[in-house]
């Protein structure tokens, strides 16, 4: 039993640098982070509250300036959309709510350089 529980772990720790998402922790919300198509980095955070789960949606570019498109999905469907510019530090985040409908859901970021064309993505489950 205790192999089994150490190699998911290990295999989780090796491939996460990587830009494969992190699973969300089932019940309160999750976290999910990694490479975007070129430089950027996007990470999406979700938290339970009420009955509706937060949403906040990150992309960090590191270049001030840069129009960024973005959606929220909410199992598989745009719950939200809209464009942010990235300030001086080069991020956008970027922060709603959905309802928790019951069962699992699954929430998906996607965030776009229209001009560069690099594309950010990811989703946890909930």
């Not at 290990?10 to 996460?16: D, E, H, K, S």
């Not at 999910?32 to 949403?55: F, K, M």
Request: proline content about 4%.
């Amino acid at each position: 039993m205790r192999r089994i529980l150490v190699v998911p772990t290990l295999m989780l720790a090796v491939l996460t640098p990587f830009g494969v998402p992190t699973p969300a922790l089932a019940g309160g919300g999750g976290d999910a982070e990694g490479h975007c198509s070129r430089n950027a980095e996007w990470r999406l955070r979700t938290d339970t509250h009420d009955g509706r789960i937060e949403v906040e949606g990150r992309v960090d570019s590191d270049r001030n300036g840069q129009r960024w498109y973005w959606r929220i999905l909410h199992n598989g469907d745009v719950s939200f959309r809209g464009s942010k510019v990235t300030d001086n530090g080069g991020e956008i985040r970027v922060e709603r709510s959905v309802v928790n409908v019951s069962g699992p859901d699954r929430i998906g970021w996607r965030a776009t350089n229209r001009r560069s064309g690099e594309t950010c993505s990811g989703n946890v489950s909930v």
